[in-house]
């Protein structure tokens, strides 16, 4: 079955430290792989996302995401947290026979202490 | 207006009251979704529409009727709901092949309150 964790549902960084939420998927085909953030009360804004190619791909913000074929991974990083990136993260994966749909992990909330 | 916009963004309705939510795509997408989102749970995928057809109804009560009257609009038509149908309820739309199908952009959501 198809299928994404996020094993942690909550993480607490402090100002300035390096952070990594993972994301782990279950999908019998190619993966498209997204990470999307959360705001409280707010929509959904897409980070970034892999489709083909380099493993190692950029987006807003300053975060990156590596895909690990091998391990089934797709985590989330960023070198260096500001107090504004606390939200929910929600790593999703689709595929070209999903018709579009995609299917979401429970998300994991970052706080940010000074 | 850009991207996804949804209205109201707020909403509180009685269990007897019927009302709508409205969702409107400026990017020329042709799939637009509906999800519900409560607290503490998962996303939960409510109705998917490609080029207007319904192509998927994940199991939705019947007190929820979608309608979508053409690629850039949807609607979510209320009645007789229940407390346990507060939630936020978010939008989203796609478009294009291949990856970029699954590239949905969501709309800021309506956070609907059922006394």
């Known amino acids: 079955a198809q299928s994404v964790t996020q094993p942690d549902i909550h993480i607490t960084v402090s100002e300035g430290a390096s952070l990594e939420l993972r994301c782990n998927y279950s999908y019998g085909a190619t993966p498209y792989l997204f990470w999307y953030v959360q705001s409280p009360g707010q929509g959904l804004q897409l980070l970034l996302k892999y489709f083909s190619g380099d493993t190692l791909v950029q987006g807003i913000k300053g975060f990156e995401a590596e895909f690990k074929r091998s391990q089934s991974s797709f985590n989330l990083r960023k070198p260096s947290v500001h107090w504004s990136d606390a939200a929910e993260y929600f790593c999703?994966?689709?595929?070209?026979?999903?018709?579009?749909?995609?299917?979401f992990g429970q998300g994991t909330e970052l706080s940010v202490k000074p | 207006e850009t991207g996804v916009t949804q209205t109201p963004r707020h909403l509180v309705m009685g269990m007897t009251n019927k009302k709508s939510l409205k969702c409107e795509q400026h990017l020329g997408h042709n799939a637009m979704y509906w999800y519900k989102q409560s607290a503490k749970k998962p996303l939960e995928l409510m109705f998917v529409?490609?080029?207007?057809?319904?192509?998927e109804n994940n199991s939705v009560p019947s007190r929820f009727s979608p309608e979508c009257p053409n690629s850039s609009h949807l609607f979510l038509h209320l009645h007789t709901l229940q407390p346990e149908d507060s939630a936020l309820y978010l939008c989203a739309s796609s478009g294009g092949s291949s990856g970029k199908a699954n590239e949905q952009f969501f709309g800021p959501g309506t956070r609907l309150t059922v006394l």
């Open positions: 529409y490609n080029f207007k057809e319904q192509t």
């Open positions: 999703a994966v689709g595929g070209q026979n999903q018709g579009g749909k995609l299917i």
